[in-house]
C-alpha cells in the first residue's frame, strides 16, 4: 500500500468529520451495550427507534431484568432477530450483575463471553466507551476498505488484522466511525455517490466493486 495515499485518504476524512461518533443513542455505558447488541443486522436508525422508549423506563442490568424477556420483547418486536436478542440482553443483565457489578468490562475478553457481543461489537464498545485504539469491521467497514483496497479480504477479522498494519496508530480511534460513516451516507453498497466522493481520486476502484 501507498502510505502517503493512505495518510491523504484519512486525512481527508478527518477534514470532512474530526469528531466522529458513533449515530446510536444511549443514556450510559450499559444502554451503549445494548443498543451495540440490538444494532446486529439492524439499521441504527431502527435501533434508535425503539431504545427511545425502552431506555427510558430499562437503563440499568436491574431495571431490564425487571423488565423480563417477554416485556422486552414488546418493546423490540421490530427489531430483526428480536426474540433472540432479548434474551441475550437478559442473560447479559444478570451476568453483569453477578459477576461485574453490574458495569460494563473493559477487556475484549470479558465482552465476547457476554450473550450476544461478539468480536465486532466488542471493539465498538472499547473503541466508544473506553477510548481504546481498535478498529470494528461492519458491512460498511468492509465495503470501503475493499473499494478504497486496503484489503481484498472478506473475512471480518482479516480485514480488521489488514486495517491495523496499513492504517498510521493515530487514525486508529476514529477509522471505524470514519469508514462506517462513509459507507453508510456515500459509499453506498448500491449505486454508491462517487460524484460526492471526496475521496474519489484516491479511490482505485472508483466506487465501483
Not at 478527518?14 to 443513542?25: G, R, V, Y
Not at 467497514?141 to 478504497?148: E, G, P
Not at 456515500?186 to 460526492?196: D, L, M, V
Request: proline share 3%.
Amino acid at each position: 500500500m501507498d502510505e502517503e495515499r493512505i495518510n491523504l485518504i484519512f486525512q481527508s476524512l478527518k477534514a470532512h468529520n474530526p469528531n466522529p461518533k458513533s449515530e446510536l443513542i444511549a443514556k450510559n455505558e450499559y444502554t451503549f451495550c445494548i443498543a451495540v447488541l440490538l444494532s446486529a443486522q439492524a439499521t441504527d436508525k431502527s435501533v434508535n427507534e425503539v431504545t427511545h422508549t425502552l431506555f427510558g423506563i430499562a437503563d440499568s442490568p436491574e431495571s431490564m431484568i425487571g423488565l423480563g424477556v417477554d416485556e422486552l420483547r414488546r418493546y423490540i418486536r421490530t427489531i430483526g432477530l428480536h426474540n433472540s436478542k432479548a434474551n441475550n440482553i437478559i442473560a447479559l443483565s444478570k451476568i453483569l450483575v453477578s459477576q461485574f457489578e453490574s458495569k460494563i468490562p473493559r477487556t475484549r475478553d470479558d465482552l465476547e463471553k457476554l450473550p450476544g457481543i461478539g468480536r465486532k461489537s466488542a471493539n465498538v464498545i472499547l473503541n466508544a466507551l473506553f477510548g481504546e485504539e481498535v478498529i470494528a469491521v461492519d458491512t460498511h467497514v468492509l465495503r470501503v476498505s475493499r473499494r478504497l483496497g486496503f484489503t481484498k479480504s472478506s473475512n471480518r477479522y482479516q480485514v480488521e488484522q489488514d486495517l491495523l498494519k496499513i492504517i498510521p496508530n493515530k487514525f486508529y480511534k476514529n477509522t471505524s466511525d470514519w469508514l462506517v460513516l462513509h459507507g453508510r451516507y456515500i459509499c453506498i453498497a448500491k449505486s454508491p455517490r462517487c460524484n460526492e466522493c471526496f475521496l474519489r481520486n484516491m479511490c482505485f476502484k472508483d466506487g465501483v466493486l
